[in-house]
């Protein structure tokens, strides 16, 4: 069964800095990834997946994540965070029969 | 173009009493979900629909949960009794179809007392 491991429970960063989350992933076969944010009191909405191909990969609000095989991660990045950015931040990965398995998620706190 | 419409967005009961969450999916998308968030966690899947059937409901702790999807659009997913460590946020998804991407409603808390 696929997993996957979040390392970082909480991160604070300044705004205008960068911000890189990890995530390591444990699938046998070619992995299917994603990252999901969520704000307080909302549903989870996609910023980036990965399927094949380039293996980095833009998404929505400025972020993009790089698949890296070899070291089983696919770690999200965005160079200049906005106060806006605050939020938990999921990182999935689903099977070949496309059923999603989430880490634990990462708090992400921009301090002015 | 709507959302994944869910409802109550709150929910408290006394344990022991039965509660039904509602959720409408996006329009034309034939893949359902409700998955269980417990706090500090990420979303569990507890059963996935394909129209009207229930593909995959291994997660489903079937001795007082439930839930239906008439007709292949809205769903219903109801717990019956009510325990405290029902407590959590349950998320409904939609796909077009089940290898496209997932888009989840607001969620309903539950709290139960």
């Known amino acids: 069964a696929q997993s996957v491991t979040q390392p970082d429970i909480h991160i604070t960063v300044s705004e205008g800095a960068s911000l890189e989350l990890r995530c390591n992933y444990s699938?046998?076969?070619?992995?299917?990834l994603f990252w999901y944010v969520q704000s307080p009191g909302q549903g989870l909405q996609l910023l980036l997946k990965?399927?094949?191909?380039?293996?980095l990969v833009q998404g929505i609000k400025g972020f993009e994540a790089e698949f890296k095989r070899s070291q089983s991660s696919f770690n999200l990045r965005k160079p200049s965070v906005h106060w806006s950015d605050a939020a938990e931040y999921f990182c999935?990965?689903?099977?070949?029969?496309?059923?999603?398995?989430f880490g634990a998620g990462t708090t992400v706190t921009v301090r002015a | 173009e709507a959302g994944v419409v869910q409802s109550p967005r709150y929910k408290i009961i006394e344990k022991k009493q039965p509660v039904a969450f509602w959720c409408n999916p996006i329009?034309?998308?034939?893949?359902l979900y409700w998955y269980l968030q417990n706090l500090g966690q990420g979303p569990e899947l507890l059963i996935r629909?394909?129209?009207?059937?229930?593909?995959?409901d291994s997660q489903l702790p079937k001795d007082r949960f439930s839930a239906e999807r008439l007709k292949g659009v809205d769903s219903t997913l109801k717990i019956q009794p009510a325990e405290l460590g029902d407590s959590a946020v349950y998320l409904c998804?939609?796909?077009?179809?089940?290898?496209?991407?997932?888009?989840f409603g607001p969620g309903t808390r539950l709290l139960v007392l």
């Open positions: 329009s034309g998308h034939n893949t």
């Open positions: 629909y394909e129209n009207e059937e229930a593909v995959d």
């Open positions: 699938y046998g076969a070619t992995p299917y």
């Open positions: 998804a939609s796909s077009l179809l089940a290898e496209e991407t997932q888009y």
């Open positions: 990965y399927f094949s191909g380039d293996t």
């Open positions: 999935a990965v689903a099977s070949n029969d496309y059923k999603l398995s």
